[in-house]
């Protein structure tokens, strides 16, 4: 079958350093994993601004990756990370680390990389206290704190620095570089650790990566499977769905009809073998304007609670799957175990679907239809909430659709106002709404971000970044300054187990239904893709987003020739260790199974999709393929 998009080299080029020769013919497709972006790949800089999927993580690499899916730390250029004391983290490279023009990758290597960072103005470590970074021997650096620092979001720097090499970025001005592209004559300086080497970018094309045989991390996780690494850019999603079905699009994150293209290409895949096949990651959360009335009083806000009705949502709304009552996506199913949220929502939760109980709420607050034109009145006055919602989004309206009949059935009216993306966003940021939507706050690595984000509030500059509605607690405060710096996890459950049950009892904000991210991966040549089953790597495939698993996933795939249709290859863990708990390493070590060779910008104008795929980048373009409904 003719290729839909061929990649042909015009004439034979010789790699440096990778003894490894493109002829003037299409890559071997048995080698070559395709992968797309919606915007065509122009930019390489590790530092900022590149959309050039492969540069974060497999280019360049951080001291430890993220599997967002498991919401785990997984060493990499570090053999481990702990604290020695109160206010000492040890970082232990692995024993080989290198550079991939074969120098040395040293602890100067990291000390350079995080003081880079601040150089270039993308980090201010002293909002940690971060006093030093003390080179102790070739493989181990210390990172010395005036005191205990946020433990969590000192694991989140973990693996979002990227370690540079010291030899080639010293002399580039730091005031500068994130004005590179690192393509052109500047590609001299993309000089990574990772498994990969960019070897060109074809522009408005395609940018083609080479596997790099000499990488370090061969001996401890197996050279990946795939020779060649191609992003193509693929602008629309007719277009992705079509490079499926013709088997040139191995994996990618575009809105399609999964359910169509699985019917007509079944080497089609994703995180599900049922519906809704897409990964469930985090609930789309309604929030409440607290300090307009009267949603200020906690007996209408779980009025409209229980009207809200989730399956209906789901049923007739976006590709989406139930939530429960928190804000704790399916990602944090293990901490979710650990704290108890089953139990919790038994006991202190509401619910859902109950429009009878909802209209004693709202008698028991005083808020009756009197005049019986079916609208309650509040203050003599009808009661009407305006909703901010972004117009443009096809998915998000749907669903708020649904919500306005719902509360219309306890006798609320809702007047939903219509904005583009930025400027529903400037509204909720500002407080301008009754309710809104959104996953902000939701997507989100660890429990304590999620409830930092959405619960913190001490003055309207010191605030959670998705405290839309201005929610205070002062309790909840308490416990999200002492979690910040407690890294024991049994005491870490214990807060986080408060602040679950402050949630379900002061309900600041309701979960409509759990958002998607738009995942297709294709096992014609590729196979044992991350899955729910096999959940080793991240199934989020754009720029940026590298390390929190990307190329986790990029890493374990394998040649489908190898693979029977009973076989499951399934990541092995070798440590168990408890991220922030003192004197012991803070993260899991998996080893990625490889098997022999032998053997989705912003949301535009234009009606699109909303849901947490904007995140990684997805552009917003109208449905492809008929929507069939659950």
Sequence with gaps: MKKYLATVLVAALVLSNLG???AAEELPREETLYTANSSPPTNANPLQGSNIIPIA???FEPLFMLNFMKTELIPWLADYGKWVNNNVFEVKLREGTKWQ???SLTANDVKFSFEYYEKVGLKDWSRYGLTEIKVVDDRTVQFVFSGTPNVWAWRNELYSVLILPEHIFKDLDPQQVTQMTFLGAEQKYLVGSGAYKLYKVVEQQKAIFV?????WGAKYFGLPSPKYIVQLYVGSNDQAANMFLKGDLDVGTYYVDIVELKKQNPYIVSWLDRPPYFPPVVPVIMYFNVKHKPLDNLLVRKAIAEAICPSQIVKQGPISDLPDQTPLGNVMKPWKEKIGVSQLIEKYGWKYCNPSEAAELLDQAGI???????IREYNGQDLVLTFAACGVCSDWMQAVEIVVNQLKAVGIKVDVKKYDWGTMVSKQQAGEFDLTMHWAGTFKPDPYSVYYDLLYYKSDQEKGGAN?????NSKANELLDELAKTPDEAKQVQLLAELTKIWLQDIPAVPLYMGTLFYEANTQYWANWPNEDNPYGVPIFWPGFGTWGTALAFLGVRPAKAVSPTTSTVIQEKTETVTQEKTKTVVQTVTVTQTPTETATSPTETEGICGPAILV??????????????
Excluded at 211 to 215: A, Q
Excluded at 617 to 630: H, I
């Design 101 to 103: 023009d074969g120098k």
């Design 20 to 22: 490894v020769v493109l």
């Design 57 to 59: 993580g497999l280019v």
């Design 368 to 374: 009756k239809d009197i005049d019986g034109d079916g």
């Design 211 to 215: 596997r790099n045989d000499d990488w």
């Design 617 to 630: 980048g997805l552009a917003v373009v109208p449905l492809l393929l008929r929507r069939r409904r659950r």
């Design 468 to 472: 839309f509605g201005n929610y205070y």
